[in-house]
């Protein structure tokens, strides 16, 4: 139900008090507009719009009675549709309102005397069209409003068809023409004008704005311009005059402001009213009904699905949080070492996600939870940590890496107290640019940075060269670099040698966390469009992961020297694994001494001097200290390769070369990189120790175990009918046990 209606046109009204009330009735009206949005059932929508009715009756009789014979009412007008009406007031000078052709009106407070003003609101991202004519026609109006043409840059059509989905609209004075076109007769128009709109085909089938650029460099012409495009036949209709198509195109764009604008007629920027409301999330119109829907779908179709809301004292959605049956599974495998994603929440995307990320048996990155967060507070992460904790029974992750923020460090703080938190270093090297750019001498410090970070082994070593860069380009008072300096024992890899990534430090140059649906999501990504994308992405990563197992299972790598470390671990790692570990047995060749430097009874402390490859393609020698203990068997570099990545570096196995091993020890073989390491892990929680009465544990156990066989199954087709006739042996099997236990039977 809408509310158009003409706004009454009346004398000057001197009285502060009836201004005051007016403004009052209309401030009111706005209230329950906005309330109004909130409504989901069908009931609670039918009282909204008998009670809006109501206040619009009310404003009618007020009004009469404040103007009485001074002014000359109106009848208001209704209209049942979609919200297409909206005020805004400004109450320091003018009252605006529409009306019912979507035509500006601006009423003077003092005279109240209406003043029509035909003003296309400028184009903004994520505004959606029925159709591309409908988008062009728009633009094109709003292009004669400012006094500009119209020029398609771009189209873009389908393969083997001459369907569109997509195109670029820009000022006709964009770009400069080339030297062989120009007309020496005529003025050149073209001054690489900036302004242009971008939009495309979405899933919803209606047509998206993506992008827009709305300042000219050049001035503005008058307002009688007409597009040198002409118009298809779909917007070209012969009973339509111009102003009806201006009226039209007005009416559609309003109604789709109030579709994606959420509570109000100028909350169309999600990322303001997320900052301005942080108790509750910003969805737009159909948000809530697509959030049911996926977990009603998921919760039919994937048993073993987890999800938790959080409702604020208002009874609105403030927070979500969901897991599917394999992302639960992976928290057991893969949940030791956490990389906390929320890239889009703090660089306020249209979707407030966060996500958490481990790193699967193959190196690659698997999904954890899933988020939908209200605000980058303290209270949300808070909530969101304890909600994928009890998803996990209690096992809190050994190391979670994150961005640097000091409300998630709080949070981790609070609710992972045993847990390594370690600030993501690609994510500090990522905004290098970003907060030095502005520097003097920036190639130069950036260099120097670089080096501190990746090329220093001791904490003394970047103690140095960190001094050395703030004192020769005087960037002591730098607020950034020295808040960057303070965290240092959370980020620089001299201080977590100690700490165990199993492959996500990122602490090689060039390596990097990537968020987990980087090719999925978009800074203006509607909710409704992620959901649907968010099951594309993991069914693709459980391909990728189902082919990898196949290629690891099935082939033999290509062995590449005669050292015996490389022909053990090629028999027990994944194929992708096990490259990054034949490189590190290729450069042992680089080394070229190993020395004794101190003995202390079975612990001895080698040097290995290693050729490395520095600026310029020029190599240069550096050595690396390596602890080895004969008796225990623990062999320890100082560069930490193995904590970091999760297998030895070339220098420890030089070492173990050195001293005639020639089998890397047990402890050194991680088993979340062996081909069989779910197998395993499986057989590790076995039911030896099953509680006789705890029928939850019983169901953990077996869904775990069907889990594999189904993941196994699906391998080949050979996989498949072997998985199917071991479900239905089973399942007969059971039977025959509950026969024999039927009273009946007996």
Same mark, same amino acid.
């Given at each position: 139900?809408?509310?158009?209606?003409?706004?009454?046109?009346?004398?000057? &009204?001197?009285?502060?008090?009836?201004?005051?009330?007016?403004?009052?009735?209309?401030?009111?009206?706005?209230?329950?507009?906005?309330? %109004?949005?909130?409504?989901?059932?069908?009931?609670?929508?039918?009282?909204?719009?008998?009670?809006?009715?109501?206040?619009?009756?009310?404003?009618?009789?007020?009004?009469?009675?404040?103007?009485?014979?001074?002014?000359?009412?109106?009848?208001?007008?209704?209209?049942?549709?979609?919200?297409?009406?909206?005020?805004?007031?400004?109450?320091? %000078?003018?009252?605006?309102?529409?009306?019912?052709?979507?035509?500006?009106?601006?009423?003077?407070?003092?005279?109240?005397?209406?003043?029509?003003? /035909?003003?296309?609101?400028?184009?903004?991202?994520?505004?959606?069209?029925?159709?591309?004519?409908?988008?062009?026609?728009?633009?094109?109006?709003?292009? /004669?409003?400012?006094?500009?043409?119209?020029?398609?840059?771009?189209?873009?059509?389908?393969?083997?068809?001459?369907?569109?989905?997509?195109?670029?609209?820009?000022?006709?004075?964009?770009?400069?023409?080339?030297?062989?076109?120009?007309?020496?007769?005529?003025?050149?128009?073209?001054?690489?004008?900036?302004?242009?709109?971008?939009?495309?085909?979405?899933?919803?089938?209606?047509?998206?704005?993506?992008?827009?650029?709305?300042?000219?460099?050049?001035?503005?012409?008058?307002?009688?311009?007409?597009? &040198?495009?002409?118009?298809?036949?779909?917007?070209?209709?012969?009973?339509?005059?111009?102003?009806?198509?201006?009226?039209?195109?007005?009416?559609?764009?309003?109604?789709?402001?109030?579709?994606?604008?959420?509570?109000?007629?100028?909350?169309?920027?999600?990322?303001?009213?997320?900052?301005?409301?942080?108790?509750?999330?910003?969805?737009?119109?159909?948000?809530?009904?697509?959030?049911?829907?996926?977990?009603?779908?998921?919760?039919?179709?994937?048993?073993?699905?987890?999800?938790?809301?959080?409702?604020?004292?208002?009874?609105?959605?403030?927070?979500?949080?969901?897991?599917?049956?394999?992302?639960?599974?992976?928290?057991?495998?893969?949940?030791?070492?956490?990389?906390?994603?929320?890239?889009?929440?703090?660089?306020?995307?249209?979707?407030?996600?966060?996500?958490?990320?481990?790193?699967?048996?193959?190196?690659?990155?698997?999904?954890?939870?899933?988020?939908?967060?209200?605000?980058?507070?303290?209270?949300?992460?808070?909530?969101?940590?304890?909600?994928?904790?009890?998803?996990?029974?209690?096992?809190?992750?050994?190391?979670?890496?994150?961005?640097?923020?000091?409300?998630?460090?709080?949070?981790?703080?609070?609710?992972?107290?045993?847990?390594?938190?370690?600030?993501?270093?690609?994510?500090?090297?990522?905004?290098?640019?970003?907060?030095?750019?502005?520097?003097?001498?920036?190639?130069?410090?950036?260099?120097?940075?670089? @080096?501190?970070?990746?090329?220093?082994?001791?904490?003394?070593?970047?103690?140095?060269?960190?001094?050395?860069?703030?004192?020769?380009?005087?960037?002591?008072?730098?607020?950034?670099?020295?808040?960057?300096?303070?965290?240092?024992?959370?980020?620089?890899?001299?201080?977590?040698?100690?700490?165990?990534?199993?492959?996500?430090?990122?602490?090689?140059?060039?390596?990097?966390?990537?968020?987990?649906?980087?090719?999925?999501?978009?800074?203006?990504?509607?909710?409704?469009?992620?959901?649907?994308?968010?099951?594309?992405?993991?069914?693709? @990563?459980?391909?990728?992961?189902?082919?990898?197992?196949?290629?690891?299972?099935?082939?033999?790598?290509?062995?590449?020297?005669?050292?015996?470390?490389?022909?053990?671990?090629?028999?027990?790692?994944?194929?992708?694994?096990?490259?990054?570990?034949?490189?590190?047995?290729?450069?042992?060749?680089?080394?070229?001494?190993?020395?004794?430097?101190?003995?202390?009874?079975?612990?001895?402390?080698?040097?290995?001097?290693?050729?490395?490859?520095?600026?310029?393609?020029?190599?240069?020698?550096?050595?690396?200290?390596?602890?080895?203990?004969?008796?225990?068997?623990?062999?320890?570099?100082?560069?930490?390769?193995?904590?970091?990545?999760?297998?030895?570096?070339?220098?420890?196995?030089?070492?173990?070369?050195?001293?005639?091993?020639?089998?890397?020890?047990?402890?050194?073989?991680?088993?979340?990189?062996?081909?069989?390491?779910?197998?395993?892990?499986?057989?590790?929680?076995?039911?030896?120790?099953?509680?006789?009465?705890?029928?939850?544990?019983?169901?953990?156990?077996?869904?775990?175990?069907?889990?594999?066989?189904?993941?196994?199954?699906?391998?080949?087709?050979?996989?498949?009918?072997?998985?199917?006739?071991?479900?239905?042996?089973?399942?007969?099997?059971?039977?025959?046990?509950?026969?024999?236990?039927?009273?009946?039977?007996?």
């Amino acid at each position: 139900m809408s509310s158009n209606f003409n706004v009454p046109i009346g004398r000057s &009204m001197n009285n502060r008090r009836r201004k005051t009330e007016k403004q009052k009735l209309i401030e009111t009206h706005h209230r329950h507009l906005r309330e %109004s949005a909130a409504g989901e059932t069908l009931a609670h929508r039918i009282y909204l719009s008998f009670h809006r009715i109501l206040l619009v009756f009310e404003i009618v009789c007020l009004l009469t009675l404040k103007l009485g014979n001074k002014g000359v009412l109106r009848l208001f007008q209704m209209e049942i549709g979609s919200h297409n009406s909206e005020q805004v007031q400004d109450p320091e %000078s003018n009252v605006i309102a529409t009306d019912r052709d979507g035509v500006l009106m601006e009423l003077d407070a003092e005279n109240c005397v209406r003043e029509e003003k /035909k003003e296309f609101v400028a184009p903004a991202i994520g505004m959606e069209f029925e159709s591309y004519e409908d988008a062009y026609n728009y633009y094109n109006c709003y292009a /004669k409003e400012l006094g500009f043409r119209v020029r398609v840059k771009n189209s873009w059509f389908k393969r083997n068809s001459k369907e569109k989905y997509g195109a670029v609209l820009c000022c006709s004075s964009q770009g400069f023409k080339r030297i062989k076109d120009v007309n020496r007769l005529r003025k050149e128009t073209r001054t690489g004008c900036p302004a242009m709109l971008r939009m495309r085909l979405a899933d919803s089938k209606r047509w998206r704005i993506l992008e827009v650029a709305l300042e000219h460099n050049h001035l503005l012409g008058t307002k009688m311009y007409k597009s &040198m495009k002409k118009m298809t036949s779909g917007t070209k209709r012969k009973s339509q005059s111009c102003s009806d198509t201006e009226n039209q195109t007005l009416k559609l764009y309003r109604a789709l402001v109030i579709d994606s604008g959420g509570n109000g007629p100028s909350n169309f920027n999600a990322t303001e009213a997320r900052n301005d409301s942080p108790n509750q999330l910003n969805l737009k119109k159909g948000d809530t009904q697509a959030i049911y829907n996926y977990l009603c779908r998921m919760q039919l179709t994937n048993p073993n699905f987890f999800y938790l809301m959080d409702i604020n004292d208002d009874g609105r959605l403030r927070n979500v949080f969901w897991i599917d049956a394999r992302s639960r599974e992976a928290c057991g495998y893969f949940g030791d070492v956490i990389y906390f994603d929320n890239t889009y929440l703090a660089n306020k995307f249209e979707i407030p996600l966060v996500a958490l990320v481990g790193i699967n048996h193959h190196g690659q990155a698997v999904l954890l939870g899933c988020a939908l967060l209200a605000g980058e507070t303290a209270e949300s992460y808070i909530w969101l940590f304890k909600a994928w904790l009890t998803c996990v029974s209690g096992r809190s992750p050994q190391t979670i890496i994150t961005d640097r923020c000091n409300v998630v460090q709080s949070a981790i703080a609070e609710v992972f107290p045993s847990c390594h938190h370690c600030f993501g270093l690609s994510l500090i090297i990522k905004k290098v640019p970003e907060k030095l750019g502005g520097s003097c001498n920036y190639d130069a410090i950036r260099k120097a940075l670089l @080096k501190a970070v990746y090329e220093t082994l001791k904490v003394i070593e970047f103690e140095a060269a960190w001094g050395y860069m703030i004192h020769r380009f005087g960037i002591g008072d730098h607020e950034w670099l020295q808040s960057l300096y303070d965290d240092r024992f959370r980020w620089a890899p001299v201080y977590l040698k100690d700490t165990s990534f199993s492959g996500m430090s990122a602490t090689r140059p060039g390596e990097t966390l990537s968020p987990f649906f980087d090719k999925y999501v978009h800074k203006q990504t509607p909710l409704k469009e992620f959901l649907d994308k968010y099951e594309l992405a993991l069914q693709k @990563k459980h391909k990728e992961e189902a082919l990898a197992d196949i290629d690891s299972r099935s082939s033999s790598p290509m062995l590449k020297t005669r050292c015996s470390f490389e022909l053990q671990l090629s028999k027990i790692y994944t194929r992708d694994i096990f490259k990054k570990f034949q490189f590190e047995v290729e450069e042992m060749y680089s080394c070229f001494s190993t020395t004794q430097l101190h003995i202390d009874g079975p612990i001895i402390i080698f040097l290995v001097k290693e050729r490395v490859v520095a600026d310029g393609n020029q190599r240069k020698i550096r050595d690396y200290e390596v602890l080895y203990n004969r008796t225990a068997g623990e062999v320890r570099c100082i560069c930490s390769c193995f904590n970091f990545h999760g297998y030895l570096c070339r220098h420890a196995l030089c070492v173990l070369n050195f001293n005639g091993v020639e089998e890397i020890p047990s402890k050194y073989i991680l088993a979340r990189w062996k081909k069989d390491y779910k197998r395993l892990y499986i057989l590790d929680h076995s039911s030896n120790n099953v509680d006789g009465t705890d029928r939850m544990q019983w169901f953990g156990q077996l869904y775990r175990s069907a889990l594999q066989i189904v993941e196994e199954g699906v391998i080949s087709l050979d996989h498949y009918n072997v998985a199917v006739q071991t479900f239905e042996e089973s399942l007969k099997r059971v039977h025959e046990i509950e026969e024999k236990h039927n009273p009946e039977n007996l």
